[in-house]
């Protein structure tokens, strides 16, 4: 439950409070120069404190590198990493200790286990994140070397508002409120081969949905035409196709680039929607830990307003993540075992 992929994989550890979030990689090629820098970069895209519409929680996420590199070459040996949590403080939640947020995962997590961090969202805190972007940072240099892919995520809409600066506007706003507010985060990969992805179970978008459905605060995925498509006939939804320059070439891309499960070629596209972050400032009716109706007064601490503007490196880190593992599955069947 905290390992993704089949060929290349990630285990992620750690809590949103404790010393450090971290995890390790294993089945990254060997003997690949990574940029390291540009792994730093992607977490520094998605660390919190970094403007005034994100958290005020301020954490450098510097990279730790414990095994499998020497030097910038990669030696096909598990990737162990860390990021240390400077800027911890559990003081914040003492509130929440006795009794659970709406809309958060702390009353899921009492029951299923009997326990859970006393500080912060543990787990179910994005934070935990962090190991993804790594893992995604690391991925896209290879997807980018092998077939020129390049992956690219937006914000589409925040609150229902499309034009940057309302959306700025809107986050502002809800933060200056004590609220939240959620949007839709739409992702492109250009440069896409055919090939990638695998029948019925293994599907590309499948595990696409799995992987953006794992992160934090999310309710939503469509690939494609998504829901709208269902207002189509056949005549208007289907991809017409010719050959152009030699080469295959849609009409349109209402499938988003994928076809029974296998990527066409296409530029791969979809969305992922994200709800309002439960940690708000207002009072809410919840129930305590000991079964009793109670209000839950603002807990303070920090907290972002919405979740989006971080959500961007991470929903490109997972992206990247599951095309490499699908990218080692397609060269592993391409191998000759009859020779």
């Known amino acids: 439950m905290n390992t993704l992929g089949t060929l290349y994989r990630l285990t992620s550890f750690g809590e949103s409070h404790g010393v450090s979030v971290g995890g390790v990689i294993d089945g990254f090629p060997a003997n690949v120069a990574i940029d390291l820098e540009a792994v730093q970069d992607a977490l520094n895209r998605r660390k919190p404190g970094q403007s005034e519409l994100t958290t005020d929680r301020e ?157 934090p605060a999310t309710k939503g995925f469509e690939i494609g035409s998504g829901f709208a498509g269902t207002h189509l006939r056949g005549s208007q939804h289907n991809d017409q196709m010719q050959i152009k320059n030699g080469t295959v070439s849609f009409e349109t891309n209402n499938a988003g680039g994928v076809l029974g499960g296998i990527s066409n070629g296409a530029d791969l596209f979809f969305r992922v929607a994200f709800k309002p972050v439960s940690t708000i400032q207002t009072a809410q009716k919840t129930i305590s830990k000991k079964g009793e109706n109670v209000m839950l007064q603002p807990i303070g601490g920090r907290h972002d307003p919405c979740v989006l503007p971080r959500a961007l490196p991470i929903v490109e880190g997972m992206t990247a993540h599951i095309l490499l593992d699908h990218a080692l599955r397609q060269k592993a069947s391409e191998n000759n075992w009859n020779s």
């Open 59 to 215: 954490e450098p996420d510097s990279l730790h590198i414990v095994s499998g590199m020497e030097g910038e070459m990669t030696l096909g040996t598990p990737i162990a990493f860390f990021v240390q949590n400077k800027n911890t403080n559990p003081k914040d939640y003492k509130t929440v200790q006795k009794a659970f947020r709406p809309g958060h995962a702390d009353f899921t997590y009492e029951q299923k286990y009997g326990i859970q961090a006393s500080s912060g969202g543990g787990r179910a805190s994005a934070r935990e994140t962090i190991a993804r972007v790594v893992s995604g940072a690391f991925a896209a240099q290879v997807l980018r070397k092998w077939y020129g892919i390049e992956i690219t995520a937006h914000m589409q809409e925040v609150a229902g508002k499309t034009a940057p600066e309302a959306q700025t506007e809107a986050i502002l706003s809800a933060k200056a409120g004590g609220d939240s507010v959620g949007g839709i985060i739409t992702c492109t990969v250009k440069n896409m081969p055919v090939g990638l992805g695998v029948p019925v179970f293994d599907r590309l978008e499948a595990d696409l949905a799995k992987g953006m459905l794992s992160i």
